[in-house]
C-alpha cells in the first residue's frame, strides 16, 4: 500500500506541473490572438486560415478552402466565447457534456476550466469543417477527420484532466492506476480494447445457444439446423443468411433476444449460415466462391434437406447483400428456389452509404485490388477498428478511459462480446466487394455486374420481400434501406425501427422497447422522408410484424421432423453452435 500511496503522490506531483505547464500555454494563445485576430487550434500558429485549410485538405486527400465570410464569422464567435471562460478562469462551471458531467469535474476548476475551452475548440474546428467549399465528399472527409481529431483530444481522455480519475486513484491510493495498467497491458496481449468483461462468456454455453445440429458443410460455411419448438412446423423452411463479416450468434444472443429462437417459436423449420473463419487457406476466395459455394449452395441443401419445392430466406446486412446478388444469379438461370425473402438492414443500392463512403475512392479501392492480386486476407481486427472508429466515443475513448485511466473492469455485456469477436475476410472477395458495390454501384445496374458468370439484374427477382432499416443506423443509412423498395419490383414491405445498426435489429417483442413504423401498403415515394411523412408509429419491436407477414408465405403445417437433416445424406456432424463459429481470427 505505501509503495501505491508513493506511486499516487508522485504521479499527482507530474500532474500539476502538467496543468499548470498547459494552462500557461493556453494563455499565451489566448493573448496573441485575441489582437490579431487570428484563430488556430492549439498547437498551430502563422496565417490560421491558410493552416486550417492546409490540415483540412491533408484530411481530405484534396485542395480545400474555407468560405471566407464564414471563417470570419466562426472567428468572432470564438474569440468572443474565449474571452468569457478566460474571465471565469477557475469559476468556470462544466460544461453540459457527459464525459465531464461526474461531480469531480465541478469541484476541480482545472479541469472544468479544460473541459470548457475542449469544448469551444471542439465546436470551432466543427463549424470550420463545415464551412469549407467544396464536394459532398470532400466536406464529409473533411467532417470526420476533424471529428476524430476532436475525439480523441478530449481531456476526459488524459489522466491529466480527468478529474473523475484523478478522484479514483486518491481514494484507492493509487490501486485504480496499477489496475488501469494491467488492463491495458491484457488489451494490448488480446489485441483490442475491451469493450466487455469477455472471461463471462462461452459460444455455445451462454451465447449462441438455441439447440441445434449441423447437418452440412463445406470450406466456407457450415449449415446448422434448429430442433422445432412445436409439434408442427411449416412446409416452407426458413434459412438465415447473416453477414460473414461477423460471426451468425448475433442472431442468437440469449434465448430472450434471439432472432433464431424466435423464428423457431413461430414454427418455422430454421436454418442457419455459419461462416467459417478464413485463414490462408480461402485467402484466393472470391465474391462469385460465395455467391455460389455458400449462399446458393445452402439454399440447395436446405430444399434437399426438406425435400421442399422452394424455401423462404432472410439475409441481413452484407448477408443481404449477398442474398441478393444470389437471387439474382439464380433468376438469370431460370431458377426461383425461394418463396420470398427477408433483407434487414441491407445494401442492394450503394447511392447511400453513409459514413463509411469517406473510405472509399479509386485509389483507395486499387490498393486493396494490388494488395490482394495473389490472394491473402483482410484480418478481421482491422475491419472491427474501422467500424469501432465510426462512433469513437462510444466504442473506443469511453472503454480507454474506464479501462485505462479508472482501472475499471467493463461490465457483461453478450452484444460487445460478439462484436469483439472479430471475422477475417478474403482478400479478393473484399476487394471485388468494395469495387462494385461502394465505389461503382454495379450490382443496380441491370448487366453491369456479372457474378457466377451470370448478369446480375434484380429486375428479373419478383419474389415477395419485406425490408427492414433503422432510423439511426451509421452502417447502413435509413435512406439506403429504404432504397431496396426502388430495387426491387415484387410486392414489398416496408418498416422502419428505432435505433442503430444491431439494436434496431435485435429487438424483441417481450422488452416493449423501441417503435417501429409502418407505411400505406405498396406506396413507396421517391424518398424515405416522404416516406416517413406517411407513416404510422407503432409501440414496441418489429418482429411481431415480420412475423405476421412471413407466415402467409410459409405454406400449410405440417408434422414436426424429429431427427435433423434427412438419413445419411445430411446427418447430425456435431451440435450446434458448431465448430466453425469458434475459431477466433
Not at 363 to 369: A, M, S
Request: net charge negative; aromatic share 12%.
Amino acid at each position: 500500500m505505501d509503495n501505491a500511496s508513493n506511486a499516487s503522490e508522485a504521479w499527482l506531483n507530474a500532474t500539476q506541473a502538467f496543468q499548470q505547464q498547459w494552462m500557461q500555454q493556453w494563455g499565451q494563445m489566448a493573448q496573441q490572438w485575441a489582437p490579431t485576430g487570428q484563430w488556430a487550434p492549439p498547437g498551430m500558429g502563422g496565417s490560421a486560415v491558410s493552416q486550417l485549410e492546409d490540415w483540412f485538405s491533408k484530411a481530405s486527400g484534396g485542395s480545400v478552402q474555407l468560405d471566407p465570410a464564414k471563417a470570419i464569422e466562426i472567428q468572432k464567435t470564438y474569440l468572443s466565447e474565449l474571452a468569457s471562460i478566460w474571465n471565469q478562469g477557475i469559476d468556470v462551471k462544466p460544461p453540459k457534456d457527459r464525459r465531464f458531467s461526474a461531480d469531480a469535474w465541478a469541484s476541480n476548476p482545472v479541469s472544468a476550466f479544460a473541459a470548457a475551452l475542449y469544448l469551444l475548440n471542439a465546436r470551432t474546428l466543427m463549424s470550420l469543417a463545415e464551412a469549407v467549399e467544396g464536394d459532398e465528399k470532400t466536406r464529409a472527409r473533411v467532417r470526420f477527420a476533424v471529428q476524430q481529431w476532436v475525439d480523441a483530444s478530449a481531456p476526459s481522455n488524459f489522466l491529466a484532466f480527468n478529474a473523475e480519475a484523478q478522484r479514483k486513484a486518491l481514494e484507492t491510493k493509487g490501486e485504480s492506476i496499477a489496475q488501469g495498467v494491467q488492463n491495458l497491458l491484457h488489451d494490448i496481449r488480446q489485441g483490442h480494447v475491451s469493450m466487455t468483461d469477455e472471461s463471462v462468456f462461452e459460444v455455445g454455453k451462454n451465447v449462441a445457444t438455441t439447440e441445434g445440429a449441423v447437418v452440412y458443410e463445406n470450406e466456407l460455411f457450415q449449415l446448422i439446423e434448429y430442433k422445432p419448438l412445436t409439434a408442427k412446423v411449416y412446409e416452407r423452411p426458413f434459412l438465415m443468411v447473416p453477414p460473414c463479416i461477423n460471426k451468425f450468434y448475433i442472431l442468437d444472443l440469449q434465448p430472450e433476444n434471439s432472432l433464431i429462437r424466435y423464428a423457431v417459436e413461430q414454427g418455422h423449420r430454421t436454418f442457419v449460415v455459419s461462416w467459417r473463419n478464413p485463414d490462408e487457406s480461402l485467402g484466393d476466395k472470391t465474391w462469385d466462391d460465395y455467391i455460389e459455394g455458400a449462399v446458393i449452395e445452402a439454399i440447395n441443401v436446405v430444399q434437399d434437406i426438406t425435400r421442399a419445392k422452394d424455401i423462404n430466406a432472410l439475409g441481413f446486412c452484407v448477408g443481404g447483400t449477398m442474398l441478393g446478388t444470389a437471387l439474382a444469379v439464380l433468376a438469370a438461370r431460370g431458377e426461383h428456389p425461394v418463396h420470398c425473402a427477408t433483407f434487414l438492414t441491407t445494401l442492394l443500392d450503394f447511392t447511400d452509404t453513409g459514413i463509411l463512403d469517406v473510405f472509399i475512392d479509386e485509389n483507395f479501392v486499387k490498393f486493396r485490388e494490388m494488395q490482394f492480386a495473389e490472394g491473402g486476407i483482410m484480418p478481421g481486427r482491422d475491419l472491427a477498428t474501422t467500424f469501432s472508429f465510426l462512433r469513437p466515443n462510444d466504442l473506443v475513448w469511453n472503454y480507454v478511459v474506464g479501462n485505462y485511466l479508472k482501472g475499471e473492469t467493463p461490465p457483461p455485456f453478450d452484444l460487445l462480446y460478439w462484436n469483439s469477436d472479430s471475422t477475417n475476410l478474403p482478400g479478393p472477395y473484399y476487394a471485388w466487394y468494395l469495387r462494385n458495390t461502394y465505389l461503382e454501384n454495379n450490382l443496380i445496374q441491370p448487366g453491369k455486374a456479372v457474378v457466377c458468370g451470370e448478369k446480375v439484374d434484380f429486375t428479373k427477382v419478383k419474389l415477395p420481400v419485406y425490408i427492414y432499416g433503422s432510423r439511426e443506423d451509421h452502417i447502413v443509412p435509413i435512406a439506403a434501406a429504404y432504397a431496396s423498395t426502388h430495387v426491387l419490383p415484387g410486392k414489398k414491405r416496408f418498416v422502419m425501427g428505432a435505433s442503430g445498426h444491431i439494436a434496431g435489429v435485435i429487438n424483441p417483442p417481450a422488452k416493449g422497447k423501441r417503435s417501429h413504423w409502418t407505411g400505406p401498403a405498396n406506396k413507396f415515394p421517391e424518398t424515405v422522408d416522404e416516406w416517413v411523412d406517411g407513416a404510422k408509429e407503432h409501440p414496441g419491436s418489429w418482429w411481431d410484424d415480420w412475423a405476421a407477414w412471413l407466415k402467409p408465405q410459409a405454406g400449410k403445417q405440417i408434422a414436426a421432423p424429429k431427427t435433423y437433416g434427412r438419413a445419411k445424406a445430411y446427418a447430425a456432424i456435431e451440435p450446434a453452435p458448431g465448430s466453425y463459429v469458434k475459431v477466433k481470427a
